[in-house]
């Protein structure tokens, strides 16, 4: 079966999949219907997050690309309906996008400046005593 996934730089070597981040896990959305996937696309670009591309693929090979890379994927079918707030992610993006440009493993970065910003507090609270 084919759906449609968004991606960003099609082709390239820093070629990326959109997903979301859900109760801890990354989720990538497959849309049945092409028009669902392109209208998801511009209610992204609205929140100046970029435009990724629809791209039809096999539903196997996103499966197995989700399972090595440890993510979990969504099927959003032709009127598909939401019953809760993260069945409605599947519809529209979520209000806040993580910011990132590249798609490389950066999360070893980011935490070392978080300590960093933790310490810097730490010491102004500790000057306060």
């Not at 890379?69 to 993580?98: C, H, M, W």
Request: aromatic content about 6%.
């Amino acid at each position: 079966m084919l759906v449609h996934v968004l991606l960003y730089e099609v082709g390239k070597d820093n070629e990326g999949i959109h997903s979301l981040e859900l109760s801890g896990k990354t989720v990538v959305l497959m849309f049945e219907n092409k028009d669902d996937a392109q209208r998801y696309c511009v209610l992204l670009e609205a929140q100046d997050f970029p435009c990724p591309t629809v791209v039809i693929l096999e539903r196997e090979e996103i499966e197995l690309f989700c399972s090595k890379a440890g993510y979990e994927n969504r099927f959003v079918e032709s009127g598909f309906i939401p019953k809760t707030d993260e069945d409605r992610l599947s519809l529209v993006p979520p209000q806040q996008n993580r910011e990132s440009n590249s798609w490389k493993d950066d999360k070893t970065e980011p935490i070392k400046e978080e300590n960093d910003n933790l310490d810097d507090i730490r010491k102004r609270l500790e000057g306060l005593i």
